[in-house]
Nanobody, 131 residues
């Protein structure tokens, strides 16, 4: 069974930092494009960051640029999102996602990355930033 499992969520004060992680179970992420999405109450799920299969391209949504750093470890099939200078508007459930890199381009300056691009999802981890 292919699973993604997030960990590391929690409550942090505004301006604080938090690191969340995601591990693949039952498969290897080596040939997958990976991404982080988030969903706040009453809002649609939105893309936060993506990393290309070989790690050569990392993209961020404008709201987190300069504050979040996404990384992946292809050898052990994990990815992480290091979040700095957190704001109350960053509060959301954060999901990791993955899709095999076959054919079409995902996570590039030309194509961006979108919810519908990904077919494997984690269960989410709650991040709450208090003001």
């Amino acid at each position: 069974q292919l699973r993604l499992v997030e960990s590391g969520g929690g409550v942090v004060q505004s301006g604080g930092s938090l690191r969340i992680s995601c591990a693949a179970s039952g498969f290897s992420l080596e040939n997958y494009v990976v991404a982080w999405f988030r969903q706040a109450p009453g809002k649609e799920r939105e893309g936060v960051s993506c990393i290309s299969r070989m790690g050569g391209t990392t993209m961020y949504t404008e709201a987190v640029k300069g504050r979040f750093i996404a990384s992946r470890n292809r050898a052990n099939s994990t990815l992480s999102l290091q979040m700095f200078n957190l704001k109350p508007e960053d509060s959301a459930v954060y999901f990791c996602a993955a899709v095999p890199k076959v054919g079409r381009v995902i996570c590039s300056p030309r194509t961006g990355f979108h919810l519908a691009d990904f077919d494997t999802w984690g269960q989410g981890t709650q991040v709450t930033v208090s003001s």
